[in-house]
């Protein structure tokens, strides 16, 4: 067994090991579960059933994480986007499109942006436009990730929280969830520092175990049957397409997915080591896995599907090839019947109506970020047409909260920096393409009030 997983997923070419990929994967799953209740959780306010989202949020993701395993040997797991799920909860509340729309409507904009994807293959236009991407704005984007998830990290360990007139500030550090997120930052910064294998799952099952007798996590079972699906399942409203209002839906859907992808993949090659001159090899295949995600999520019953950042957690953990995928995938379809005990490490703690935070895998998001950020030093910051775009872009994608965003105000000011100096011929034609069409998506959401 353990010589066809070294062929199959070249295990000795990529410098781990079974037992490195195996950590890796469950490091991954244990930092990004938190989705299975999300995902249910914001869907729901647009009128879909909880247990029959949960249940197509783990079938979308195992799928398009083996797609991504097989096909292209990343240790990259896939998941409803967060952001995506609130952007598809506005459409449904009538926030972008000036009325409501049914959720089945909703659901057929993802189906179609999912299918777009798909179509772009045909003509390489992503692989163009990955490859297409300069060298400077490839490095900023994992460490724009990077300060944006340990931005996300300290949210959700209570470290920060909302303020009027600063719009953030200190969180209370006396508070049970703020204290358990510094002990798991503590603990894992010490593993970690001591070079101890498998320091971030370490500090995972101690931070839930010393939770556990201050209800900061709690026991909820161990195994329950997964819900029904059929609520969702193949309910897409291809009609309510025909609205010319969903058009700008589905372009943005589209838009949102395939930077937020690229963005996620140059994160992640990049900490894994698998760029190579600055290029990510098999990004063709990896794509394949956001759309084919994207495209039966929407036929299962759940939002945009796509590469998750948190797998660089993974990474850290030892993981290199699509083996930690596929246990990940796995610990999804598992998670069907087991969703209580993930609910234990993934899931949250009130601490007002409504309002959860997250201090076990919170100080994983913290530290993932802090390492993702050493991408700057290859950034010429001595050379103002390179330097301003990456900073927007690191900047912007923990200020707008979105990858996206933050990597469309890096690409609009790029070329632009460029042709102001002269140097207009480095560009190449796709990256002003990209930058006119991130500046048209910009519009439409700027007149859609969104």
Not at 92 to 119: D, E, P
Not at 147 to 152: L, M, N, P, R
Not at 385 to 409: H, K, N, Q, R, V
């Amino acid at each position: 067994m353990s010589a066809l997983l070294q062929r199959l997923f070249k295990l000795q070419e990529n410098q781990t090991s079974v037992r490195a990929e195996l950590r890796g994967g469950v490091v991954t799953f244990l930092t990004m579960s938190y989705i299975i209740f999300v995902q249910p959780g914001v869907l729901s306010q647009a009128g879909m059933d909880f247990g029959a989202v949960m249940v197509a949020t783990c079938l979308a993701s195992a799928l398009a994480t083996f797609v991504m395993a097989f096909g292209a040997n990343y240790p990259v797991a896939l998941a409803p986007c967060m952001g995506e799920n609130f952007f598809f909860l506005t459409v449904v509340l009538g926030v972008v499109t000036g009325a409501a729309v049914s959720w089945q409507a909703a659901l057929a904009a993802v189906f179609v942006s999912g299918v777009l994807f798909l179509v772009m293959s045909l003509f390489r236009l992503r692989e163009a436009i990955f490859d297409a991407i300069p060298l400077s704005l490839k490095f900023a984007i994992p460490a724009g990730i990077g300060v944006f998830i340990a931005f996300i990290g300290m949210q959700q360990g209570g470290l920060v929280v909302a303020a009027k007139g600063s719009m953030v500030k200190l969180g209370d550090l006396s508070s049970g969830p703020a204290l358990l997120t510094l002990l798991g930052l503590v603990l894992i910064s010490v593993l970690m520092t001591l070079k101890v294998k498998g320091a971030i799952l370490i500090g995972l099952i101690v931070t839930t175990l010393v939770g556990l007798p201050f209800e900061l996590t709690s026991y909820h079972g161990v195994v329950d049957l997964p819900p029904d699906i059929s609520p969702v399942f193949l309910q897409m409203d291809l009609r309510g397409l025909l609205d010319v209002a969903m058009i700008p839906v589905v372009v943005i859907f589209l838009f949102m997915v395939l930077f937020d992808t690229i963005g996620t993949l140059v994160g992640v090659g990049q900490q894994a080591g698998l760029m190579r001159a600055g290029k990510l090899e098999r990004v063709g295949r990896a794509l394949l896995s956001d759309a084919v995600g994207t495209t039966a999520g929407a036929m299962l019953g759940t939002s945009t599907v796509s590469s998750y950042i948190e797998s660089a957690a993974g990474v850290s953990a030892g993981a290199r090839t699509g083996l930690a995928s596929v246990v990940c995938g796995i610990l999804f379809l598992l998670a069907l019947f087991f969703y209580p005990l993930v609910q234990m490490v993934g899931g949250g703690v009130e601490v007002a109506e409504g309002v959860f935070l997250h201090p076990v895998t919170a100080p994983v998001m913290i530290l993932v970020g802090s390492m993702m950020v050493k991408a700057v030093k290859h950034i010429p910051w001595d050379e103002p047409s390179e330097a301003i775009p990456a900073f927007l872009i690191i900047l912007g994608m923990p200020l707008t909260y979105s990858i996206a965003d933050g990597l469309a105000l890096g690409f609009i000011a790029y070329p632009l920096l460029k042709l102001c100096s002269g140097k207009g011929r480095e560009v190449s034609v796709l990256v002003y393409v990209m930058a006119v069409l991130l500046g048209g998506v910009f519009v439409l959401k700027a007149t859609m009030g969104h």
